[in-house]
């Protein structure tokens, strides 16, 4: 019973294409999250939903769309894939918003 | 907004050691303090937290402490293992931000 799932868990593609994340949370949270983690291991916060709505968005090249199609679910879409954008993405849920966060197991994308 | 900082970036000590990683954070409103382990390949867990009320938690061999009057936290693992062994983050939530702000964190390694 994963609380916190994405798929795919590895996505490899070219630069220039469009791709897209998936993230599900069966936890009944209202707020769901995606970070980004570089190389580095730093965790930086992509977006933030609260119920259905966007609250944040931080400063992120306008080729990322987030897309809430219901409180359980938070997809990431890329288009125009670039280098620069390789790193593992992380979706997240916490019952109310600054409150523990529960982490998905990570997508790793690499633009080649 | 908020902003956290974390030290050791690494830290390496021998089993059965003690390990304490130390955090600052800027925003004295903050009222939220968890810690998350990340072991490799997967995503950041929830290991323990603190609120602003208390000065003090402990959860078998770790222990979480925070000072709110100097604006410092830290996490205290004892009689350390090698399955201890992840990056360990810090993060702080501050009521005028709907997340949370991480520390770059720690890569924790104890050798048998």
């Known amino acids: 019973d994963t609380a916190v799932s994405q798929t795919p868990k590895y996505l490899v593609t070219q630069m220039g294409n469009d791709k897209s994340i998936k993230c599900e949370q069966n936890?009944?949270?209202?707020?769901m999250y995606w970070y980004k983690q570089d190389s580095k291991k730093f965790l930086k916060i992509m977006f933030s939903?609260?119920?259905?709505?966007?609250?944040i968005n931080e400063t992120v090249p306008n080729r990322f769309s987030p897309k809430s199609p219901d409180k359980a679910h938070l997809n990431l879409h890329i288009n125009s894939l670039e280098l620069g954008d390789s790193a593992v993405y992380f979706c997240?849920?916490?019952?109310?918003?600054?409150?523990?966060?529960?982490f998905g197991p990570g997508t790793r994308l690499t633009v080649t | 907004g908020e902003n956290v900082e974390q030290h050791p970036s690494t830290l390496s000590v021998q089993e059965g050691d003690s390990a304490v990683i130390k955090c600052t954070y800027s925003?004295?409103?903050?009222?939220?303090f968890p810690w998350y382990k990340q072991e490799l390949g997967k995503g950041p867990q929830l290991i323990i937290d603190?609120?602003?009320?208390?000065g003090e938690k402990k959860d078998q061999r770790i222990a979480v402490t925070l000072n709110k009057t100097a604006k410092h936290f830290s996490l205290h693992i004892t009689e350390t293992q090698p399955e201890d062994s992840a990056v360990y983050f810090c993060?702080?939530?501050?009521?005028?931000?709907?997340?949370?702000?991480f520390g770059k964190g720690t890569m924790l390694l104890v050798s048998p």
């Open positions: 997240a849920s916490s019952a109310m918003t600054g409150g523990e966060q529960y």
């Open positions: 936890l009944g949270h209202d707020t």
């Open positions: 939903y609260n119920n259905k709505e966007l609250i």
């Open positions: 925003d004295s409103a903050s009222n939220y």
């Open positions: 603190i609120r602003s009320n208390v």
């Open positions: 993060a702080a939530s501050s009521p005028g931000y709907s997340t949370l702000t």
